[in-house]
């Protein structure tokens, strides 16, 4: 047994100093050095650095605690700015919709006086001298017929006295109708106009007349309504007017609104 310690004992030895032997060659060569220089330049793993003091312990930040009343609060505010954005924007829609209603009937009486759209008569007044004015004696005779009639709503019987008036372009002519109140109360109607065919009317120029004016009628009475007009010289030079020799000026009556 001390013959194996003894062996082992020399192979331990002779280890250590083939090591040692080994690691002096090295450090006389300068590899060792050069290999430690080169890992000092490798860079190493990246580090965070935390600047910011750490909390002490049993501190802690403060926290906003959430109150649900103050949330419901909020959401009623924006539900009433909502709500009265809403209630501005349909007031304004209804407002100017009123608007347009009411100034649309002047607006239409208006543009049909002054241009004769849709058949309306030009009633507007123009400024002429008497030369314009002169009947076109050479023109061929155009007939002017009458024609009246009420709504079913309106109590009233309404006629032209005659059916028709023969006149030149440049001639003035007066014409009649009878209005009649059948009914045993006042009733207060209005009446509108037009003339057939369509391209005629803006030749045709009416000096006076009723229409769109209210007229009352007391119980059973009657009364004559008469009409001055003309057709203007400038209906000769137009030739679309060549194969118009019948005009018709037609009324009717309404019973006025919010009268009863």
Known sequence: MSVGIRYLGGLF?????????????????????????????RPGPLRLIHTSS????????PRRQFDPREGFRRHNERARQKNVTGILYVSSFVIIFLGISYAAVPLYRLLCKR?????????EPTIRDVESLRPLENHRKLRITFSGQVSTVLNWSFKPEQRQVNVVPGETALAFFKAYNKSDKPIVGVATYNVIPEQAAPYFNKIQCFCFDEQQLDPKEEIDMPVFFFIDPEFADDPLMDDIDTITLSYTFFKSAGRD
């Open 13 to 41: 030895s002779r280890s250590i100093s083939t090591r040692v032997s080994s690691i002096s060659g090295l450090l006389g060569s300068g590899r060792v050095g050069s290999r430690l220089a080169a890992g000092a330049r």
């Open 54 to 61: 750490p909390v002490r312990q049993g501190h802690q930040m």
């Open 115 to 123: 241009t004769g759209f849709m058949g309306t008569p030009k009633t």
